[in-house]
């Protein structure tokens, strides 16, 4: 399995942005789907975005689209995730996922290896 550290979370105000980054160790980065989920106060983790092994195509939740980029760089084994526009509403502990499988990647089941999280605080 992959070993995944997520980074980069914080407290900032309603309309600013951040930008997470998951550090994967272990086996090929690059033969992994790599996903951000998040999950909020009181809530069940949900789907935000993920870029798919073979065709490298993202996909995102409705929730992020257009504010949310997930993008991934193989030569430094990390994951990025740019956020703009942050609202009350984006406020959640953010985890980075992998999974071999290279299709439904918004499927919370289908990934084997989780960070511990970072945690993002958006202030009205």
């Known amino acids: 399995q992959v070993q995944l550290v997520e980074s980069g979370g914080g407290l900032v105000q309603a309309g600013g942005s951040l930008r997470l980054a998951c550090a994967a160790s272990g086996r090929t980065f690059s033969s992994y789907t790599m996903a951000w989920f998040r999950q909020p106060p009181a809530k069940d983790r949900e789907f935000v975005a993920a870029l798919y092994c073979d065709s490298g195509s993202p996909n995102y939740g409705d929730s992020v689209t257009g504010r949310f980029t997930i993008s991934r760089y193989e030569d430094k084994n990390t994951l990025y995730l740019p956020m703009i526009s942050l609202s009350p509403e984006d406020t959640a502990l953010y985890y980075c996922?992998?999974?071999?499988?290279?299709?439904?990647?918004?499927?919370?089941?289908?990934?084997?290896?989780w960070g511990p999280g970072t945690q993002v605080a958006v202030t009205s």
């Open positions: 996922a992998a999974t071999s499988n290279s299709y439904s990647a918004w499927v919370l089941k289908k990934y084997a290896s």
